[in-house]
């Protein structure tokens, strides 16, 4: 079967540095998506990794390494509005419209 | 630009009744897609659509359906809601199947079916 692992909550405080991870099993891999959502509100888009390595933007990074099924978001300098939930999308490979979704991390900053 | 726009935000339906969940994008993306989110899961397909005239099933399409007559709509139809219906829906498009911009959502409806 096709499944992507996240913890279900951080804790992480204002100011820090915060890794999620995410592992996934999938029917191939065509490319990992990272996704903001704030309580209530629709996901938004935060990075896209389809290499194995470190894409920065800003204060979010994101890595991935393929050969072992992981990646990781790093948020630096946490600021009260990040706290969000951070989910985690693969897409299969040769698939045209499907994403398998993690069940995302719920991140609560703490001043 | 108004992106993604879902109506109605809210919603309670009584069991057996129907509804019609509206979805409208300006980006004038050929894909769309219908998800819905339950606490503590992820983000499940229900259906999407390739283009206007082009709809086809996600994972989970059992008691809904849909239509795209336009690139622009893609309503969601609900025949005799049940309890477990209740769900927050999102409904989301995409430049093609491979952008590397993943999807845009829309604000999504949050569906109590009592």
């Known amino acids: 079967g096709q499944n992507i692992d996240q913890p279900t909550e951080m804790t992480a405080t204002e100011g820090a540095i915060v890794q999620i991870n995410c592992t996934y099993q999938?029917?191939?891999?065509?490319?990992l998506f990272w996704y903001q959502q704030h309580a209530g509100e629709a996901p938004t888009f935060l990075s896209y990794?389809?290499l194995d390595g470190l894409e920065e933007k800003g204060r979010f990074s994101s890595f991935l390494s393929r050969s072992k099924g992981y990646s990781y978001l790093l948020l630096k300098e946490l600021q009260m509005k990040d706290s969000a939930s951070y989910l985690c999308?693969?897409?299969?490979?040769?698939?045209?419209?499907?994403?398998?979704w993690g069940a995302g991390t719920k991140l609560i900053i703490k001043p | 630009n108004a992106g993604v726009t879902q109506t109605p935000k809210f919603r309670i339906l009584k069991i057996g009744q129907s509804m019609t969940l509206q979805c409208t994008q300006d980006?004038?993306?050929?894909?769309m897609y219908w998800y819905r989110q339950d606490p503590g899961m992820g983000l499940k397909l229900i259906y999407y659509?390739?283009?206007?005239?082009?709809?086809d099933k996600g994972e989970v399409p059992n008691g809904y359906n849909v239509s795209r007559s336009t690139t622009e709509d893609f309503p969601l139809r609900l025949e005799l809601a049940a309890p477990s219906q209740t769900s927050v829906y999102f409904c989301?498009?995409?430049?093609?199947?491979?952008?590397?911009?993943?999807?845009?959502f829309g604000s999504g409806t949050r569906l109590t079916v009592v």
């Open positions: 999308a693969v897409r299969p490979r040769d698939s045209n419209y499907q994403l398998i």
């Open positions: 980006m004038n993306h050929n894909y």
């Open positions: 989301a498009s995409s430049q093609s199947s491979r952008s590397n911009y993943g999807y845009t």
């Open positions: 659509s390739v283009g206007a005239g082009i709809t």
């Open positions: 990794n389809v």
């Open positions: 999938t029917s191939g891999f065509n490319g």
